[in-house]
């Protein structure tokens, strides 16, 4: 049974850095891609960024240069670090893995931006 379990959301000033971490109950190298998606209030969920397996990341255009997604394969943690924090990225973090054609996601951290 594959858990993953977010964990490291919390209330921020715009301007701040938050670190998120998905730790899963199974090797994390056996995931195709990990990646953390977010839903704001009224809106669709929508992909923030991605980690395949070779090490290359995906990022939606408004948090490049700003997220960062990293990955501890000994630990068995998905990271994404936030850094100048806006309130327009205040959402439901999720946590996603993907192996083959079977998807699992986390429950979800809720991430606030807010002065």
């Known amino acids: 049974q594959v858990e993953l379990v977010e964990s490291g959301g919390g209330l921020v000033q715009p301007g701040g850095s938050l670190r998120l971490s998905c730790a899963a109950s199974?090797?994390?190298?056996?995931?195709?891609?990990m990646g953390w998606y977010r839903q704001a209030p009224g809106n669709q969920r929508e992909l923030v960024a991605r980690?395949?397996?070779?090490?290359?990341?995906n990022y939606v255009d408004s948090v490049k240069g700003r997220f960062t997604i990293s990955r501890d394969n000994a630990k068995n943690i998905l990271y994404l670090q936030l850094n100048s924090l806006k309130p327009e990225d205040t959402a439901v973090y999720y946590c996603?893995?993907?192996?083959?054609?079977?998807?699992?996601w986390g429950q979800g951290t809720q991430v606030t931006v807010s002065s």
């Open positions: 996603y893995a993907r192996k083959f054609v079977q998807n699992y």
């Open positions: 199974v090797s994390i190298s056996s995931f195709n891609i």
């Open positions: 980690i395949f397996s070779d090490g290359t990341t």
